[in-house]
């Protein structure tokens, strides 16, 4: 199945090393979009409520296969799991497409809820990387400055002249003039990393997701240092939980583990950064929602049903925490895994991200994917569920 092509931009790979933020692929909550290297975006899965291809696909709801579309192919997708994307320019500029009703988009203004074609991140900042929650976006200017844009209900725009409830269509400064190599959203919270290596985070913090050292019903509208002395080079965020990759390849988790998504061996939350088991040394790290989008699963609660992927030094790709629809990847059938395992398949991968209820994996041109496929988010023509890795069609088989 065949779209139109697109204009070739540079020709990026995946991650050589911890805290890179290039990325060829894009994994959403059921939704997947890949740069190919013959010049061409290609999306699969759900583009029924959002546009989450950035177009829509003629008497079709979701696509189970690579399907081309008109998207002219970013330098980098954006990081992160949601019902939009953004991708960034060899330029510097940004642009987002998909779910748009909260200003998540960055446009200048409240989008459509039928979702919104690729539009250009207002402000004309150059950016160096974009990361999008789900139902804000936040990124960090090739000057180090922080931004957030769209929701704000619990200060996870990170701006305390934002008023809570509100939403902020364009990027908006992050206070506390803090100098950011990266700045990440998740839910109703956010965090980023300063030039030192110090993790910050704002916003919500009911499940101790703010690294804080105490859970509170408080809105953080401000950003505040992470409890300990670790040095962070990563960060990703979940709906309720927050996990990290330090400078010398630790991973490290806190926040909301109902499902053993922070992979400390228990289902207890956390409020300070807590070493993942298994002594691994990894060098990226990819959080799940919680949401259970594209599943056909009811979740148990909000952000609770989350999972959490990290690729070891050497690309072994490892799972843990929810499990309910074979998105940890390792062929159990067990609901909930506490700990780190490894991904069926002897796979090497050099990225790697967590949707809704799935992951997929890249290397080179290859992409593989596991878990859920109600929506055809794995990729391979199918709709039926995989508790171990398979490869997505062509052109990425």
Not at 49 to 62: A, D, L, R, T
Request: with cysteine.
């Amino acid at each position: 199945m065949t779209g139109a092509l697109v204009a070739c931009s540079s020709d990026p790979t995946g991650p050589t090393q911890p805290g890179t933020d290039t990325r060829r692929i894009s994994v959403g909550e059921s939704t997947v979009c890949a740069a190919h290297s013959n010049g061409t975006v290609y999306c699969w899965g759900d583009n029924s409520g959002y546009m989450e291809f950035g177009e829509p696909v003629p008497g079709k709801f979701f696509v189970a296969e690579p399907y081309a579309v008109m998207l002219v192919r970013p330098a980098t997708f954006a990081g992160g799991s949601s019902n939009h994307m953004c991708g960034i320019s060899t330029a510097g500029g940004a642009t987002c497409w998909g779910r748009s009703s909260h200003g998540q988009l960055g446009f200048g203004s409240v989008g459509s809820p039928a979702g919104s074609a690729p539009r250009m991140v207002a402000g004309d900042i150059a950016w160096s990387g974009i990361f999008v929650g789900r139902i804000h976006t936040c990124g960090v200017s090739t000057g180090g400055v922080g931004y957030c844009w769209g929701t704000n209900n619990a200060g996870e725009i990170g701006n305390a002249s934002i008023p809570l409830g509100t939403n902020s269509p364009g990027p908006v400064p992050v206070d506390g003039g803090l100098t950011f190599s990266t700045v990440v959203a998740g839910w109703r919270h956010s965090c980023g990393i300063t030039s030192d290596g110090s993790a910050y985070c704002w916003g919500e913090n009911t499940r101790g997701q703010l690294g804080r050292g105490q859970a509170d019903s408080t809105f953080h509208r401000t950003p505040a240092p992470v409890a300990g002395t670790d040095r962070f080079v990563q960060l990703s965020l979940g709906g309720r939980h927050t996990c990290g990759i330090t400078t010398d390849g630790r991973a490290m988790c806190w926040g909301e583990n109902w499902a053993g998504q922070l992979g400390d061996g228990t289902a207890a939350a956390r409020s300070v950064p807590t070493a993942v088991s298994g002594g691994h040394r990894f060098r990226m790290i990819s959080t799940a929602s919680g949401f259970a989008e594209g599943t056909g699963v009811t979740p148990a609660g909000q952000a609770q049903l989350a999972h959490t992927c990290a690729l070891a030094d050497n690309g072994t790709p490892y799972c843990w925490g929810w499990n309910g629809v074979g998105q940890v990847g390792s062929g159990s059938n067990a609901q909930f895994i506490f700990e780190p395992v490894p991904v069926s398949g002897g796979l090497r991968l050099e990225t790697i991200g967590a949707g809704g209820g799935f992951t997929c994996g890249m290397t080179g041109d290859a992409v593989w994917c596991w878990g859920a496929n109600l929506r055809g988010q794995l990729g391979n023509g199918g709709i039926a569920t995989s508790a171990v890795p398979t490869r997505v069609a062509a052109p990425f088989d």
